[in-house]
Every structure is written in structure tokens, then in C-alpha cells.
């Protein structure tokens, strides 16, 4: 409970912000971290505080691009046994014991979800938006996948395994987008809230509550 109190009060009014996850395995001079770099720093240059977990690889790459633009570079950061150590590029800084808390503040700031290339941990990112936006515990928001070339065989999984043995609807996968050019990805989120502000609407706000 103390992580949740204080990690909302730290991060209330980081607002409109954009969550990126990755891979913590990718090395500095991988093109995922340039282009996940490349995404942050165009988000934080828009307007945009950009979260990520805090750590290296990706997590990195993204607090970078956003460090040096704009926009607050935001880390919400897990202590384990291996792998997970803080990167330098953080304005603001938040460190969590628990998974299910961390994961709470990633939805609960967010007004859109990039995901670059990952193993588990990404995965278990980019399917529990799905799942919150699917069962409407969640606003929708855009969920964008960066670099389709790694995400297309998931993708076509989805449609031949869970489409075609009825476990999801097809529209389900109308939840989310593969994008790879930067530029893309920013255009596609102004896009999504061109018609209404990046706060929750009230009907919103009220799902958010209940979140």
C-alpha cells in the first residue's frame, strides 16, 4: 500500500506521458536502442513525459531520448537479482518491491503504450493493456508496436490460434498497431486524442478509479 500511496502522489501530475518497454538485454549500439531513443526524444520534444522501467537496455534508450528533450524523463524502477539496475537518464525517479504495483502506475499515467522488442517481462507489458483495455478496465488507449518485422509472427498467431479457435473476438486485435518510423509513432498518438484532450473523459475517470 505505501508503494501505491507514494508513487501516486510522486507521479499525479505527470500528465499527458507515454509508457515505453523493451528489452533490458539491448546494448547501446543495438538499432532497437537508437530507435527506441530516437521515439523517446520525439515524444519528450511533443510534450510528453516518457516512463519507462527505469532500467537498461531499452528502459534506458528511452529515459536518454527523453532526458535531453523536453519532456520528463520518468523511471519507475523493481529491484531483482539480476538485470534490472537503475540507468542515469531519469528526471524523476521511483523504485518498487512489487510487480503489480509498478504495473498499476504504468496504466494508470499512461495516455499510450509504445512497445519495442522484449522478452518476457515486454510481454507481460503489452498483454496486460490488452487484457485491461478488452475487458474495459482501462481506457483505450493507443498500444503501438515498434519494428513489425519482430512483432509479426506474434501478430499472426493471434489471428490463426486465438481468432481462429474463438478465444478472442477479431476486433480484439483492432486494440493494437505496428508502427516502425519514429515520426509514426507521435502522429499516430496526436491522432488517437485529436478530438478530445489527453485527460480521461468523466466516464473514464470513473473506469480508471476502479482500475
Known amino acids: 500500500m505505501a508503494e501505491f500511496v507514494e508513487a501516486t502522489e510522486r507521479l499525479n501530475a505527470i500528465r499527458p506521458a507515454v509508457s515505453i518497454f523493451g528489452s533490458a538485454r539491448i546494448a547501446v549500439d543495438h538499432p532497437y536502442y537508437a530507435l527506441a531513443e ?3 526524444r520525439l515524444l519528450s520534444d511533443a510534450g510528453f513525459a516518457v516512463i519507462s522501467g527505469g532500467g537498461p537496455g531499452i528502459m534506458e534508450a528511452a529515459n536518454k531520448g527523453a532526458f535531453f528533450g523536453k519532456g520528463p524523463s520518468v523511471g519507475l524502477n523493481i529491484q531483482l537479482p539480476m538485470e534490472q539496475q537503475s540507468n542515469t537518464y531519469q528526471d524523476i525517479s ?22 519495442m522488442p522484449g522478452g518476457f517481462g515486454t510481454l507481460d507489458e503489452l498483454l496486460e493493456a490488452m487484457t485491461l483495455v478488452q475487458t474495459r478496465k482501462s481506457r483505450r488507449i493507443p498500444i503501438i508496436l515498434v519494428h513489425g518485422a519482430f512483432w509479426r509472427g506474434l501478430l499472426d498467431w493471434f489471428a490463426d490460434r486465438l481468432v481462429g479457435e474463438q478465444m478472442i473476438s477479431p476486433e480484439d486485435l483492432d486494440l493494437i498497431q505496428i508502427i516502425d518510423e519514429p515520426e509514426a509513432v507521435v502522429e499516430a498518438i496526436f ?20 482500475l
Open 38 to 40: 530516437r521515439i523517446a
Open 94 to 115: 521511483q523504485t518498487f518491491q512489487h510487480f503489480f504495483a509498478r504495473k498499476f502506475m504504468f496504466v494508470k499515467c499512461a495516455s499510450a503504450y509504445v512497445v
Open 191 to 210: 491522432k488517437h486524442y485529436e478530438t478530445r484532450g489527453f485527460m480521461p473523459l468523466p466516464e473514464e475517470h470513473e473506469i480508471m478509479l476502479n
